[in-house]
């Protein structure tokens, strides 16, 4: 869990603004993730990238968006089109060496809109 | 589409009593199940995980069990303490990890 880092931990918004977290590793893991999570809620899937250059949509990409220039960096937009955008974001990384396809998260992004 | 529930939402023990935790899956083809603690505003944590060729995996006070056919799989804590309350999630892989909605577990003293 230590190879994996999130900042800001603390992001505050205005409504109408974009911004972007950050996401990076250096676990040498091929796939990233991004998820959602609110208060009592479990985790919801934003979008995912198994190889660089390439994403998909998860299960709430609507508002959101990514890119995947490096394998080490997975950054998330939250454009103003994302309505309830508060929530805690968190990133994690898989690695299929060995055949597991344990997730390991960074620490999180807590997100508010003011 | 895919789906895992997960009962219950809340779980309340006392320490040194056992906890179970249940937990159903839709896609018959997952293969992998993992299960995480999260503590309050920190990342979720693996504790244990499984694989479908395995009905059973112990790891001290923690193990998982796996019924294939029914299609759930469940986490028992023996021996609770109080660091163990916490929030639980299981997952089940069916080409991308899906969550249950969590277990609340509160061990009290």
């Known amino acids: 869990d230590g190879g994996i880092t999130q900042s800001p931990k603390y992001l505050f918004r205005k409504e109408g603004q974009n911004v972007t977290l950050s996401c990076e590793q250096n676990l040498n893991h091929d796939a990233m993730y991004w998820y959602r999570q609110d208060p009592g809620q479990g985790l919801r899937l934003i979008y995912y990238s198994q190889i660089v250059n390439d994403f998909q949509k998860g299960d709430i990409a609507e508002g959101y968006s990514v890119s995947r220039e490096k394998k080490e960096s997975f950054p998330l937009t939250v454009t103003s089109a994302q309505k309830n955008p508060t929530a805690f974001y968190l990133c994690?990384?898989?690695?299929?060496?060995?055949?597991?396809?344990?997730?390991?998260f960074g620490p999180g992004t807590r997100l508010t809109v003011l | 589409g895919e789906n895992v529930e997960q009962h219950p939402s809340t779980l309340s023990v006392q320490e040194g009593d056992s906890a179970v935790i249940k937990c159903t899956y839709s896609?018959?083809?997952?293969?992998?199940f993992p299960w995480y603690k999260q503590e309050l505003g920190k990342r979720p944590q693996l504790i244990i995980d499984?694989?479908?060729?395995?009905g059973e995996k112990k790891d001290q006070r923690i193990a998982v069990t796996l019924n294939k056919t029914a299609k759930h799989f469940s986490l028992h804590i023996t021996e609770t303490q109080p660091e163990d309350s916490a929030v639980y999630f299981c997952?089940?892989?069916?080409?991308?990890?899906?969550f249950g909605q969590g277990t609340t577990l509160q061990v009290k003293p």
């Open positions: 994690a990384t898989t690695s299929a060496i060995l055949g597991t396809d344990t997730q390991y």
């Open positions: 997952a089940a892989d069916t080409g991308k990890l899906i």
């Open positions: 896609d018959s083809a997952s293969n992998y």
């Open positions: 499984i694989r479908s060729n395995v």
